[in-house]
């Protein structure tokens, strides 16, 4: 009798940001095959009976080779086992999920994609930035600076010229190259950026800086990501209030809110 694989996404680190089906499906894996930035308070839900292996890798170190772990899930699955290949993040985003979705499609075995908080949105939340806001971003764009190969490399031109926020993953051991090619991408130096670091846990930074300082930023610890657009400054407190300030007064509405708030005043308290 054929096992099961899932796909689960382990969110960007805190274990309360764990879907409640991905929490119980750590609590009846037999197997669980984990990347190496899996945190080790997600890695403590694990039921203690199963068997747990670090299948990833750190700074370019591969433990396994990715066909060496579409073998195993495809393997261990054969057994009968339930086995959860646990990405950090959600596993459909930079997360070689198509690959190995494709190996086990081939090899004829079942498996369920359980998606996760993928690292962007824990990053803007806990640094406050919201990734779109009608008066400066309507879009957002995930991205990573790092590929397997050179082939398709990233179009920075056509991204800046999109005015959508961009997510950075994996921004590389120094901001350098990443600041020069947005520089060369037209994107203003004056344009506020944030690296986040360890998103959500209890070891996160933040270092906010500009397109212009970001070659000079402190390297942060891995894993970590660079925000880039207007809504950067929507952190600064003091700018927000600029920013709100700026926005037309909308009449009928602010004479609705203040009615609405009135009437809530005089009505009696029971």
């Avoid at 990734?131 to 590929?147: G, I, K």
């Amino acid at each position: 009798m054929k096992g099961k694989v899932y796909l689960v996404g382990a969110g960007p680190g805190d274990p309360d940001l764990l879907t409640v089906k991905a929490s119980r499906l750590l609590q009846m894996a037999d197997v669980v095959l984990h990347d190496d930035l899996v945190s080790p308070e997600i890695l403590r839900q694990v039921s203690p009976a199963a068997l747990v292996q670090n299948v990833g890798k750190r700074c370019g170190i591969k433990s396994l080779q990715q066909e060496e772990i579409n073998f195993l899930m495809i393997e261990l699955a054969n057994t009968g086992r339930t086995v959860i290949r646990l990405k950090s993040g959600d596993p459909m985003i930079f997360g070689r999920a198509g690959e190995e979705i494709e190996a086990l499609r081939r090899a004829e075995v079942s498996y369920e994609v359980v998606p996760g908080v993928t690292s962007a949105l824990g990053a803007a939340a806990s640094a406050e930035i919201p990734l779109t806001d009608r008066r400066l971003s309507s879009a957002v764009v995930f991205v990573t600076a790092h590929r397997a190969d050179d082939a398709g490399m990233v179009n920075w031109e056509k991204l800046a010229a999109s005015g959508a926020t961009l997510v950075i993953y994996m921004p590389g051991k120094n901001y350098s190259a990443l600041a020069s090619n947005l520089a060369k991408a037209g994107v203003a130096s004056d344009t506020p950026c944030a690296i986040v670091s360890r998103a959500t846990t209890s070891q996160q930074q933040t270092y906010q800086t500009s397109v212009g300082d970001l070659a000079g930023a402190a390297q942060l610890s891995a894993p970590s990501l660079v925000l880039v657009g207007e809504v950067v400054r929507l952190a600064d407190v003091n700018q927000l209030q600029e920013i709100a300030q700026s926005v037309p007064e909308r009449s009928g509405v602010t004479t609705y809110i203040q009615n609405a708030f009135a009437s809530a005043a005089e009505e009696p308290v029971e």
